[in-house]
């Protein structure tokens, strides 16, 4: 098994159980049809402290055994290995990291539970995991369709810093994977802002393995042009790629991966 293979054997599903529909369960399931030898769960059952206090004036929620039974229900039926753990802490997205170095997690799957402005408006606590997160996230919306029909990778291929090119290298492995998984098409966007830095196209076919008709190389704001190519060709996930922060820059909103996910209204893998 390839190591971008073993990103999907071994999951974590965030589970907020003051939610009805779970989406990034759905989506593991679905993961666990498709892969060849199934998927391993395991679910991370929290609120978060933060979204809780602004819905609600005080904490009523109480979820007993049949509610627990009702939620691993799917995952009894389809015979999945599961794993569970229930959290109550102000620290959510620390214990979020904790939960995937003890179970030894290859991918993150949440749900994104907004649908003002059909964009992807990711609470602080999800935020702050996307930004420390060592192995990738995927943000599940609502609207996507559980099947990959079309896969889009952005990149930056005419990067000269070495951290780039190799989140480049894995954004590409990984979308190449997943396209074979799924038996998805796979797309590749590369935006650049300055007509002097117009990236070789013989070069981007070579390196990213894409059909010719399969290239999106379009001058303009990284931001527009990503989420533009994503609505044209209906794109059901995109793969982003973002370098991780720590200390003070970790606190640090408005990169521009934050931008792109805004702007999107489909499913992301956010790849540090």
Aim: aromatic share 6%; proline share 3%.
């Amino acid at each position: 098994m390839s190591e971008e293979l073993k990103t999907f054997s071994d999951v974590l599903v965030v589970i907020d159980p003051a939610k009805k529909e779970q989406y990034a369960l759905k989506r593991a399931l679905k993961m666990n049809e498709i892969l060849d030898g199934g998927v391993k769960i395991h679910l991370f059952i929290s609120f978060e402290m933060d979204e809780l206090r602004k819905s609600q004036n005080g904490f009523d929620f109480h979820c007993d055994n049949k509610w627990f039974a009702d939620l691993v229900k799917p995952l009894e039926k389809a015979n999945v290995d599961y794993t569970a753990e229930v959290f109550w802490t102000p620290d959510w997205h620390l214990s979020v990291i904790g939960s995937v170095k003890r179970h030894n997690i290859g991918l993150i799957i949440m749900s994104d539970y907004t649908t003002e402005k059909n964009r992807n408006e990711l609470s602080a606590a999800k935020w702050s995991l996307l930004r420390v997160s060592e192995c990738p996230v995927l943000i599940v919306h609502p609207a996507t369709e559980l099947q990959r029909k079309t896969i889009l990778a952005a990149v930056n291929m005419q990067t000269d810093n070495p951290r780039y090119a190799d989140l480049n290298q894995k954004i590409l492995k990984l979308t190449q994977v997943m396209s074979v998984v799924y038996g998805a098409e796979k797309h590749v966007v590369n935006a650049y802002e300055d007509s002097m830095q117009f990236p070789d196209r013989a070069k981007l076919l070579r390196d990213t393995n894409v059909e010719q008709q399969n290239m999106h190389v379009v001058l303009g704001n990284p931001t527009d042009i990503i989420s533009e190519v994503a609505d044209e060709i209906d794109a059901d996930v995109v793969i982003i790629g973002t370098l991780s922060r720590r200390g003070i820059m970790a606190a640090m909103r408005g990169n521009k991966s934050e931008e792109i996910i805004r702007k999107l209204n489909r499913d992301i893998i956010v790849l540090n």
